[in-house]
C-alpha cells in the first residue's frame, strides 16, 4: 500500500468533510435569513395595507397620508435591498456547493479504498490523486464565502469544535472501518 498518497488523500477527505459540512451551515443559515426577510416583508406591506385604509377612512387626517408614504417608502427601499442581497439565492449554491463536496468525498473515500487494495501502480495513483485535487478546486473555486460561525457551526455537527481541519482521530471517525 502506498501511505503517502494514502496519508495525502486523507488528509484531503478530512478537509472536505469539513468544507461539506460548513456549507450545510450556510446554507441553513442563509435559509433563516431568508425567513426572517420574507416576514418582514410581509410585514411592511401590511403596514403599508393598514396606512392605505386609515387614508380612506380618514381623508382630512394629513398624518395618514405622511405614514403611509413613509411606510410605501420603507417598503421600496427595502425590496430593492433585497434585490441587491438574495439570501434565498446563496442558501441554494450553498446547498449545491455541499452536494459537490458530498461527491468529492465519495471520490476521495474510493480512492482511499483503491490504495489500500493495492489497485493502481503508484505513478498511476498519483495522476488520480492529482486529478481529483483539480476537480476539488473546481468546487471550492465556485463555492460562496462561508463565515466563522459557519465553521464553528459544522465543527460541532462533526463532534469536535477546536479546530476546522481534521486531526488523525478524527480521521479515523470519518473513515469507514475497512480504510482504518
Known sequence: MDEHNF??????????????????MASIRKHKHALV???INIILVGLVLVALFLQIFHPNESKYLYIG?????AEVLFLIVQLNFSPDKDALRHKATAQKLWLMREKHLNLLTDIKNETYVSETLSKKRDALTIELNNVYENALQTSKSDYKKAGIALNSDEKPRAD????ENFLPENLR
Open 69 to 73: 408614504i413613509g411606510m410605501t417608502i
Open 37 to 39: 426577510i420574507k416576514w
Open 7 to 24: 496519508e495525502v488523500v486523507k488528509r484531503s477527505l478530512g478537509n472536505v468533510i469539513y468544507s461539506q459540512k460548513t456549507q450545510e
Open 168 to 171: 488523525d482521530e478524527e480521521m
